[in-house]
């Protein structure tokens, strides 16, 4: 199949396309019956079946966990998909280009890049948008690691904005502060600071769809979905060291900490789905927890579009809230953590045992048929890659698999895989790893409630006073756009 794509975004394509062809269908999940959501499960069950840990119950070792992620080296890859149309800004950013000494007419780019808000710094006042916040820390929390790496992910809406953005000059010079960074971009100080590494932008091509006949055409195109970074960057171990964390960049303060990154390298975690605890606000998001069928478990997420046909919607929202136990359903935020010191000799010995097209084929994610007018966008998410490459280690009984499983420390007494783990925060300590604006009103509640304050202690967005992160949203305006 030659559409003219990159080989990476061939094969990725070429893996959905197979599942259309096949008719693969999303098994039809029912809660209760063969899909039970963590807060359906006893805390026990979901340390066994979802490999669960508590974020919580790490920062009890909080000093060893350190100081075992001194000797990592982490690359950090931020996720720039989409433009965010969702987000209506165009106003916003006519009245702001000229505060930035921007030319010419606006252009949306990513969202991270687009959302500005005022900084203070040793008495001076300037612009700073999301994702330059983000290298700002970065910068700073580079000692806490053996060395950072930033490499941003794109796609062709968002790939300007994002080269726009290391290609700005630091936010100290720009105040008239001086610092050792000079006049330096921050393309510059990520590629020569000590303890820090820039890699090229990577590009997600905008691929191929189907007609209203079911027939691939390239007379629209567009992006696949996360779901091909999970695969990149499983499939890419050999290519790859230390630990990389995968997540959105238009949050501000979504990142990974040292208590994390220091966890999976002394505890030889080999792969991470970062969860929070379910709050009133996440009714929509999709519920973790483990599908039975045939007599074997693995873990699954459960969307809400999937429950229509079982007429579950209400039972689905309620869950973790009203329903199952309060405080134990686990919501994904979109962050994959991966720890090639372990990925990378298992997936090796794996690949010469079962063949690299097989991890590949297991490490592609459930199809997403996405249908825009005539055509179809074939699409998957990021967590699914994960999954479904966790769900074929723990159901195979190839016995050479599993003796590669065995060799590597992945196989437990009891038969059970110990591969990808659920990592979940609870929900006071949500805003420490997840921020997401997907709203006006988001953006908002985080920048002009006067419930939040920028840190430029932690480079860290901070709550104004004691208690729980308000959990409902701010919505003064009533508006999906800023002005």
């Known amino acids: ?61 909080r000093k060893a966990y350190e100081a075992a992620a001194a000797s990592v080296q982490l690359t950090l ?127 997600q091509a905008a691929l191929p769809t189907l ?17 091909f970074w999970g695969q990149k960057f499983i499939c890419d171990y050999a290519k790859e060291k230390g630990i990389n964390a995968i997540y959105n960049e238009d949050g501000i ?43 074997a478990v693995k873990k699954e997420i ?35 953590i991966l720890n090639y010191a372990v990925l990378t000799p298992f997936l090796t010995d794996l690949a010469k045992v079962i063949g690299k097209d097989k991890i590949e084929e297991n490490a592609a994610p459930r199809l997403i048929q996405n249908k825009k007018g005539e055509f179809i966008q074939l699409e998957g998410a990021l967590g699914s890659c994960l999954l479904n490459l966790d769900g074929f280690f723990q159901t195979s009984q190839d016995p050479e698999l599993r003796k590669v499983l065995k060799k590597h420390g992945r196989l437990g007494a009891d038969g059970r895989v110990d591969f990808l783990r659920i990592l979940n925060v609870g929900e006071e300590n949500r805003m420490l790893f997840f921020t997401p604006i997907k709203t006006a009103d988001d953006f908002r509640l985080q920048f002009q409630s006067g419930g939040f304050s920028f840190s430029t202690d932690t480079w860290m967005l901070e709550k104004v006073g004691p208690g729980s992160p308000p959990i409902a949203p701010w919505n003064p305006q009533k508006s999906d756009g800023l002005s």
């Open 302 to 336: 459960l969307e809400e579009a999937q429950t229509k046909t079982v007429g579950q919607g209400d039972l689905f929202a309620a869950m973790g809230l009203t329903e199952g136990e309060k405080g134990g359903q686990y919501f994904n935020t979109n962050t994959a």
């Open 77 to 203: 890859s931020p996720m720039n998909g989409g433009i965010g149309t969702s987000l209506r800004r165009e106003e916003y950013l006519r009245r702001i280009w000229p505060l930035l000494g921007r030319k010419g007419p606006v252009q949306l780019g990513a969202k991270g890049s687009d959302l500005f808000f005022a900084l203070k710094y040793k008495g001076r006042r300037g612009l700073v948008s999301i994702s330059e916040a983000k290298i700002l820390r970065v910068m700073h929390e580079r000692t806490q690691y053996a060395k950072i790496i930033l490499q941003q992910l794109t796609s062709p809406d968002t790939l300007p904005s994002v080269r726009r953005l290391l290609g700005t000059v630091n936010i100290f010079h720009r105040m008239g502060l001086s610092t050792p960074f000079g006049k330096k971009t921050y393309a510059q100080i990520l590629s020569r600071a000590p303890g820090l590494g820039l890699r090229p932008v990577r590009l």
């Open 1 to 61: 199949m030659k559409f003219r794509l990159p080989s990476d975004d061939a094969r990725y394509f070429s893996d959905l396309l197979r599942q259309f062809r096949e008719n693969r269908k999303t098994p039809a999940f029912e809660i209760g019956v063969n899909f039970f959501p963590s807060a359906l499960l006893s805390p026990a069950d979901r340390g066994k079946l979802l490999g669960a840990e508590e974020y919580e119950n790490l920062v009890l070792s």
């Open 211 to 227: 007609d209203e006949k079911g027939k691939v055409t390239v007379r629209r195109k567009a992006p696949g979905g996360h779901g």
């Open 253 to 295: 303060n979504n990142l990974v900490d040292p208590v994390v990154v220091g966890w999976m390298a002394k505890k030889k975690i080999a792969a991470v789905m970062l969860t929070t605890t379910k709050t009133d606000i996440d009714k929509k998001g999709g519920l973790i927890g483990i599908l039975k069928a045939g007599g």
